[in-house]
């Protein structure tokens, strides 16, 4: 008989992972590393939907906005995450267009549209392929931090193109809320709790 | 007795070989990293190595450019300043902390518990440490950042001739070195050794 740590009144820390004695509801920490305890992340699904929404919303002027500007005495101009990646297929390093679109476009969408099928499955107490969704959330939670790739692009570019009155570089608006919309999905990956994939699959 | 981290199902850990892995039979997810001879010591070794050059990658140029006889260069540090000036602090300091403070704090703490455990049991508050690195560990992206590096040179090379500096290569091994800590060290080698009773 298969038994989880909750159902045998024990609970796992999730730093050193250190089975306790459940406190029940009273707030309580880990004896071994002093680490918050919880049977089950507290408003796991609640937290994880307002993060994911927020970084949804934070995409669009991410995508609209233009991230880097770059002057030359003949000429400037704005490029978006988008254009950034034309910019690089028709400069002839196809391969790195490929990556800079896989991570700053596929990725982020990717992950929203997993985390929100996690949360549907969840919440509809659906048993099916709970081992793929376990990995479903590894793989999210292992990638996630690939789409930052952009913002450190921009940095360096930035950074170092700066002979004024050349050549000059400046970072656009749009450049912030793509560094949002990183941030907002990693965290709303990590307080997504995947044990309640099998809590939903058990009952 | 252990819970898996994936699924809370509880189960005994079998004994396992040197190097071996052991993985919860429900969902999949890695349970432990059964440590082989010496593995402590290597962890120690590697963790050393990635410090030294960790320092050096930060302190040295990444790399250097010219365009009419006029010359610039930048560091980690000075990349994340420049976006600072230009009135982006908030993602400027994100890059910091990516870049420069997590893995700083990540390897500063490693090395410390890793020294203190080949001698004597950890003391209780090296378990309070070994929380905050594995945290840490989590916002640290040296990875990242090296093909960012790479994909601003390959941009910028369109402008003006770019010198890969000291510091590009000094960050190539610090990954190479951090994934190889990733692959042979397992925190429960710490939290065993924790005197926290």
């Known amino acids: 008989m298969a038994l989880s740590a909750a159902e045998a009144g024990l609970v796992a820390c999730q730093s050193c992972g250190l089975l306790s004695r459940s406190p029940g509801e009273q707030l309580s920490r880990c004896p071994r590393c002093g680490a918050?305890?919880?049977?089950?992340?507290?408003?796991?699904?609640q937290r994880t939907w307002a993060l994911a929404i927020a970084a949804a919303i934070c995409y669009v002027p991410a995508n609209l906005l233009p991230v880097l500007t770059t002057q030359t005495l003949a000429s400037s101009r704005s490029d978006t995450i988008l254009s950034g990646v034309a910019v690089l297929y028709t400069s002839g390093s196809w391969p790195l267009a490929l990556i800079v679109l896989v991570a700053?476009?596929?990725?982020?969408?990717?992950?929203?549209?997993?985390?929100?099928?996690?949360l549907l499955s969840v919440r509809l107490g659906s048993a099916n392929g709970a081992r793929d969704r376990t990995r479903l959330y590894r793989m999210i939670e292992l990638i996630g931090r690939w789409s930052m790739l952009d913002v450190f692009v921009v940095t360096f570019v930035v950074a170092l193109i700066q002979f004024q009155p050349l050549m000059a570089s400046q970072p656009g608006p749009g450049l912030p809320f793509f560094a949002?919309?990183?941030?907002?999905?990693?965290?709303?990956?990590?307080?997504?709790?995947?044990?309640?994939?099998?809590?939903?699959?058990?009952? | 007795m252990t819970a898996c981290p994936g699924c809370d199902l509880l189960q005994r850990l079998p004994t396992l070989p040197g190097g071996g892995r052991a993985r919860c039979p429900r969902c999949g997810d890695t349970l432990a990293i059964e440590p082989g001879e010496g593995s402590l010591q290597r962890a120690l070794a590697l963790a050393a190595a990635a410090a030294i050059v960790f320092i050096i990658g930060n302190t040295t140029s990444l790399m250097g450019l010219s365009v009419v006889g006029r010359h610039a260069s930048t560091t980690i540090l000075g990349g994340a300043y420049e976006l600072w000036l230009q009135g982006f602090q908030v993602t400027a300091a994100l890059v910091a902390l990516a870049c420069v403070v997590a893995p700083a704090a990540y390897l500063s703490i490693?090395?410390?518990?890793?020294?203190?455990?080949?001698?004597?049991?950890v003391p209780k508050w090296g378990g309070r440490l070994m929380r905050h690195a594995s945290f840490m560990l989590g916002w640290s992206m040296p990875e990242v950042m090296l093909l960012?590096?790479?994909?601003?040179?390959?941009?910028?090379?369109?402008?003006?001739?770019?010198?890969?500096?000291?510091?590009?290569?000094?960050?190539?091994?610090?990954?190479?070195?951090?994934?190889?800590?990733?692959?042979?060290?397992?925190p429960r080698q710490i939290w065993q050794r924790l005197a926290w009773h």
């Open chain 2, 148 to 186: 960012g590096i790479l994909v601003a040179l390959i941009k910028i090379a369109a402008l003006a001739t770019v010198v890969p500096g000291v510091g590009l290569y000094a960050m190539g091994v610090l990954v190479i070195l951090l994934a190889a800590i990733k692959l042979t060290f397992d």
């Open chain 1, 104 to 118: 700053s476009v596929m990725i982020p969408l990717g992950k929203l549209a997993a985390l929100a099928y996690l």
């Open chain 1, 180 to 203: 949002a919309v990183v941030i907002l999905t990693m965290l709303a990956t990590t307080s997504f709790d995947p044990r309640l994939i099998w809590d939903a699959a058990h009952d």
């Open chain 2, 110 to 121: 490693l090395l410390a518990l890793l020294w203190m455990s080949t001698r004597s049991p």
């Open chain 1, 36 to 45: 918050g305890l919880a049977s089950r992340q507290r408003y796991s699904i």
